[in-house]
């Protein structure tokens, strides 16, 4: 089965800066759409980001548009988000998942997730 690790949460003041990696493994990473979604508490999980198999399209969530940026490294079957200017409500779970059917990035349903890492901004 697709494994998805992700790495890179942690504490960062309002305005700063930090990169989220997901790393693959099990299948051939290439052939996947990648998404990003996050979590607040007591909200639903909602989408961030999408980057299509071959990196040729992306797509965001309105409120991050211009502050993140999500690539991919099909060699090293890694999805990266860049996250600038953050803000205290970009603040919760953030999940890496990959889909093997493309059409729908900005809901589910994705085949597979990881098991998410923490992103805390503080005011």
């Known amino acids: 089965q697709v494994q998805l690790v992700e790495s890179g949460g942690g504490l960062v003041q309002a305005g700063g800066s930090l990169r989220l990696s997901c790393a693959a493994s099990?299948?051939?990473?290439?052939?996947?759409?990648m998404g990003w979604f996050r979590q607040a508490p007591g909200k639903e999980r909602e989408f961030v980001s999408a980057i299509t198999s071959s990196g040729g399209d992306t797509y965001y969530k309105t409120s991050v548009q211009g502050r993140f940026t999500i690539s991919r490294d099909n060699a090293k079957k890694t999805v990266y988000l860049q996250m600038n200017s953050l803000k205290s409500e970009d603040t919760g779970v953030y999940y890496c998942?990959?889909?093997?059917?493309?059409?729908?990035?900005?809901?589910?349903?994705?085949?597979?997730w990881g098991q998410g890492t923490q992103v805390t901004v503080s005011s």
């Open positions: 099990g299948r051939t990473f290439s052939s996947y759409s």
């Open positions: 998942a990959a889909k093997r059917t493309p059409g729908v990035y900005s809901s589910p349903p994705y085949d597979y």
